[in-house]
C-alpha cells in the first residue's frame, strides 16, 4: 500500500512534520487515528477549509481515520494566528449553530461510515468545564512563557498588544490533542502551517505527559504566486454553501485562476492523476485557458455536484461566448432604475455600493457602459454586467 505521504508530498501539500521516519513508518504500518480542528467562526466553510478536508480525504482513503475537531470551545477565546487584532468573542448561541452547519457540509466530502468513518467531536464538551486551578497544574506546568513567545503567532502581536485571554490559545489546543489522546488514541494533528506551534505544542504535551508517541504535520497554505491567500474576493470569502457563493461564481472563482496557480491548484483541490494534471497544464499560452475550465468544473463538481457544475459551466461558456444561456435572475416589476436593480439582483449589497460600481464605470447594460444609477431600466428582459466577468440575464415582472 502507497504510504499517504508520499501521496500527501507528490501533490504539495507538506510544509512540516516532526519526528518525521517514525510517522512514516507508522502510516505505512497501520491505521492512524488523526484530528484537524475548524474554528467555527462563520456558518460555512469557506476554501481555506476545502483544502484541508481534500487532506483528509486522501488520509481516510488510505485506511486512517478522521476526527474532526469543531473549536466551539477555543472559540471562545479566539485564536491569535495571522492576525493583528483580538477576535470578538462569539455567543454559546451561535458558535452551536456553526458547528451544526459545519456538520452539515462536510458530510459531503469525509465518508462517517466503515470501519475509519470519521467522527466529529467538540471541543466545548471538555473545555467548557475545566477548573482552571487544575488545569495549571496539569498542563500549564508543562509550558515555557519565554519559549511560547518566539512562536510566530505570538510574536506577530506583541507591537499592537497580546491579550491574556489569547495568549491561553496554544495550551487549549494542545489540551485537546492531548484528550483525544487519551479518548481515541488520536497520535496525529494535520492543519495550515501557520498553526504550526500550536500543534507542535500538542505533539510535545502528550510525550511529556503520557510517554507515547504523537505527530505534527502542517500543510503549505493555500495561496497565489503572489503570495496572497486564495478564498478571497472583493466580496468577501468564497464559501461552500451555495447561498453565501453560487455555484455559478464558485466556479467564475476558478475559472480566472492566474496562469502560474492552475498546476498548484488542481494538485492541492483535485483528485486527478498527477499525470492527467501534467498533460493539463503543460502548456502555458491559451491553451492553459481549457486548464481552467477543467479545474472551476472539477473543483464545482466536488462541492456543488456534478449537475450544478455542468450548469455553472454552461452559463459560463454562454455569457463569454456571447450566446444564450447566462445565469437568469427576475426582478419585480417595479423595480424602475438601475441602482434598484443592482441591489435586487445581488450584484451590488447596498445604494452606496452601487453608486460607487456606477460612477467607477463598472456597470454595463446591453453592452453600453452604465453612466447614471439613476437611469430608467429598458423594457422586458436585458443584459446586466458587473465588471468584464459577471453577467447576468435580467427579467421583469
Same mark, same amino acid.
Given at each position: 500500500m502507497k504510504n499517504v505521504m508520499d501521496t500527501l508530498r507528490a501533490r504539495g501539500f507538506i510544509k512540516q512534520t516532526v519526528y518525521e521516519e517514525e510517522l512514516y513508518e507508522k502510516l505505512s504500518s497501520e491505521s492512524m487515528a488523526f484530528y484537524i480542528g475548524f474554528d467555527p467562526t462563520a456558518d460555512s466553510l469557506h476554501v481555506g477549509h476545502f483544502m484541508q478536508l481534500i487532506a483528509m480525504k486522501h488520509m481516510q482513503d488510505a485506511g486512517h481515520k478522521p476526527i474532526i475537531l469543531i473549536g466551539g470551545g477555543t472559540a471562545m477565546i479566539g485564536d491569535p494566528s495571522g492576525r493583528t487584532d483580538m477576535r470578538s468573542m462569539m455567543t454559546k448561541e451561535t458558535i452551536a449553530h456553526h458547528v451544526e452547519c459545519f456538520k452539515k457540509q462536510m458530510a459531503r466530502f469525509i465518508s462517517f461510515e466503515g470501519k475509519n468513518g470519521a467522527i466529529v467531536v467538540n471541543n466545548a464538551d471538555w473545555l467548557m468545564n475545566l477548573n482552571y486551578i487544575d488545569f495549571l497544574r496539569e498542563i500549564g506546568v508543562h509550558f515555557s512563557v519565554n519559549k511560547m513567545l518566539t512562536a510566530e503567532c505570538f510574536r506577530s502581536r506583541m507591537e499592537k498588544g497580546l491579550s491574556?485571554?489569547?495568549?491561553?490559545?496554544?495550551?487549549?489546543?494542545?489540551?485537546?490533542?492531548?484528550?483525544?489522546?487519551?479518548?481515541y488514541g488520536c497520535a496525529l494533528e494535520l492543519g495550515g502551517d501557520d498553526q504550526w506551534s500550536n500543534i507542535l505544542a500538542g505533539a510535545d504535551l502528550i510525550r511529556r505527559k503520557e510517554g507515547k508517541s504523537a505527530f505534527a504535520m502542517t500543510f503549505t497554505l493555500l495561496t497565489t504566486s503572489e503570495g496572497k491567500k486564495m478564498g478571497k474576493t472583493q466580496a468577501g470569502a468564497v464559501w461552500l454553501d451555495e447561498n453565501k457563493t453560487s455555484p455559478y461564481d464558485f466556479y467564475q472563482y476558478w475559472r480566472n485562476t492566474n496562469d502560474a496557480d492552475v498546476e498548484k491548484c488542481f494538485r492541492l483541490l483535485t483528485f486527478l492523476p498527477l499525470e492527467e494534471i501534467n498533460e493539463l497544464c503543460a502548456h502555458q499560452d491559451e491553451r492553459i485557458n481549457a486548464a481552467k475550465e477543467r479545474l472551476a468544473f472539477e473543483l464545482t463538481k466536488l462541492v456543488h455536484g456534478e449537475e450544478k457544475a455542468q450548469k455553472a459551466? $454552461?452559463?459560463?461558456?454562454?455569457? =463569454?461566448?456571447?450566446?444564450? /444561456?447566462?445565469?437568469e435572475v427576475k426582478i419585480s416589476a417595479a423595480c424602475a432604475t438601475l441602482l434598484s436593480a443592482l441591489v435586487q439582483t445581488g450584484l451590488c449589497k447596498s445604494n452606496g455600493e452601487a453608486r460607487r460600481l456606477v460612477e467607477q464605470g463598472g456597470v454595463s447594460v446591453n453592452g453600453e457602459k452604465a453612466t447614471d444609477v439613476?437611469? $430608467?431600466?429598458?423594457?422586458?428582459? =436585458?443584459?446586466?454586467?458587473? /465588471?468584464?466577468?459577471?453577467?447576468?440575464?435580467?427579467?421583469?415582472g
Open positions: 491574556f485571554l489569547e495568549f491561553n490559545y496554544m495550551l487549549m489546543q494542545a489540551y485537546d490533542f492531548l484528550y483525544l489522546n487519551r479518548q459551466q $454552461s452559463e459560463a461558456r454562454a455569457a =463569454f461566448g456571447g450566446g444564450g /444561456g447566462m445565469p439613476n437611469a $430608467s431600466l429598458p423594457a422586458g428582459e =436585458f443584459t446586466l454586467f458587473k /465588471g468584464k466577468k459577471v453577467r447576468l440575464r435580467v427579467v421583469r
